[in-house]
């Protein structure tokens, strides 16, 4: 018997750890089971739009950073999560994508982070407005077990999650909760 050499990974919402109602799928294959399932962009796309109406509450596309958003923009009232992929810890391209989701789209869904959730990402993430990690890294998984999750405690910049105490000028600093 042969040990796993994949890292475990664990669906955390700021909640705190659950079970992931969601699969990946390759295919809309997936779609005839039940489930949840979460399909790469062009199988998306392919979809017969009857198909993706009555499969909403099920369906979730995944995002890979060279991906236009713009693709699903018009579907996403046909989306009940978008996940955003970070394969690499210096491509920040799904940063944006998760904060126009947001802020120019106003996508009501889950927006959940895949491939490499780091600790330093994190808080910024949870300001961008994600709101669902897939974590695999042993030290955020750890310190997520402890309840860190980590931060500073001033900011300059304005976020897609609303300051807890009411709007505030973006130019100036502000203590984050």
Do not use: C
């Amino acid at each position: 018997m042969t040990e796993s050499t994949t890292p475990e990974t664990r669906l955390w919402t700021p909640e705190g750890f659950r079970e992931d109602e969601w699969a990946h799928a390759e295919n809309a294959d997936a779609l005839s089971g039940n489930g949840r399932f979460i399909l790469p962009l062009q199988p998306f796309l392919d979809l017969d739009p009857e198909v993706r109406l009555s499969a909403r509450e099920r369906l979730g596309v995944l995002l890979q950073p060279g991906d236009q958003l713009e693709k699903i923009a018009d579907l996403l009232d046909q989306l009940s999560l978008v996940a955003l992929a970070f394969p690499a810890f210096n491509d920040g391209r799904s940063f944006s994508k998760g904060e126009l989701l947001r802020s120019r789209y106003h996508f009501e869904g889950a927006v959940r982070a895949t491939g490499q959730v780091l600790v330093d990402q994190l808080p910024h993430m949870l300001r961008l407005g994600f709101d669902e990690f897939e974590i695999s890294n042993p030290v955020l998984l750890k310190r997520l077990e402890e309840g860190r999750t980590g931060g500073l405690g001033l900011y300059y910049q304005p976020a897609a999650v609303p300051e807890p105490k009411g709007p505030k000028y973006s130019w100036r600093r502000v203590r984050s909760s």
